[in-house]
């Protein structure tokens, strides 16, 4: 197998830094990057405006299955697109975070999610960033990271990345929920937030991106060779 075709799962809890060192990753080898946490959260901003109950099940999946998600590249980042809008910032706001914890808790939602998902990195040449890619989603995925670091530095950076947003969500505030969040992906009955037996973890507390980068980095160079 080429360097270029391998898929690769990096999992952990928010605030991990997995959306930033996928995205690096990914253009480091030329990977496509997809971001499943915003494909939930997507399904989530959809069910908030619907008016449809979190809490009923059937008309949130039937809901879900008429949301088409979209990745659409443009001036070096990813836009997430839901029906032909741009919803990349409406996404990720507090509330929807957790609404999205909430709701990816629920079979049908998942079941719409997974098929996508594999579907999307079927041909290989993807990094997929999520909670359940190694266990779950891509279990045979040929190279697995868990990034983690300790709540108080996954809630800062959270922080840090709401207030360039202009919220006035507090420090405690933001740690807490990221907590509370954590807790509820990792207690779920569905695919819950789980390091993958085989995946290679990093904690990223106190490490800078460019270090744990080129560790990640390594470990795919290392890998592909033995697919080769
Ligand atoms: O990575 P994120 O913070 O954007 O994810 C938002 C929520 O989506 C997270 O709290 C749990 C859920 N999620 C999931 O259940 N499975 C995934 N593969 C990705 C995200």
């Known amino acids: 197998m080429s360097e270029s075709r391998l898929v690769i799962a990096i999992d952990g809890p928010s605030g991990g830094g997995k959306s930033t060192l996928t995205r690096l990753l990914a253009e480091r080898l030329g990977y496509l990057p997809i ?13 908030s405006r619907s008016g449809i109950s979190p809490d009923d099940e059937g008309g949130v999946e039937q809901l879900c299955r008429k949301v088409e998600i979209r990745f659409l590249r443009d001036d070096g980042s990813y836009r997430v697109i839901a ?3 741009d919803v990349s910032q409406a996404i990720r706001t507090p509330e929807i975070s957790m609404l999205t914890s909430r ?3 629920q079979r049908g939602v998942r079941e719409i999610l997974l098929k996508l ?5 079927k041909e290989g040449g993807v990094i997929l960033e999520g909670r359940d890619i190694g266990t779950v989603v891509f279990p045979h995925a040929q190279v697995k990271f868990f990034l983690s670091a300790t709540p108080r530095e996954r809630g800062e950076r959270r922080f840090l990345e709401l207030l360039e947003k202009g919220s006035d969500a507090t420090l405690e505030e933001t ?5 509370q969040r954590d807790e509820q992906d990792a207690a ?7 390091k993958a037996a085989d995946a290679v973890e990093i904690d990223s507390t106190g490490v800078t991106i460019e270090e744990v980068l080129s560790r990640m980095e390594q470990v795919v160079r290392e890998r592909a060779k033995s697919f080769e």
Do not use: K, N
């Open 188 to 194: 779920r009955e569905l695919a819950p937030l789980r």
């Open 35 to 47: 971001d499943t946490g915003a494909m939930y959260r997507t399904l989530a901003l959809a069910i």
């Open 103 to 105: 709701i990816s808790a």
């Open 117 to 121: 998902q594999r579907e999307l990195g």
């Open 175 to 179: 740690i807490a929920a990221v907590i």
């Open 83 to 85: 029906d032909g809008e």
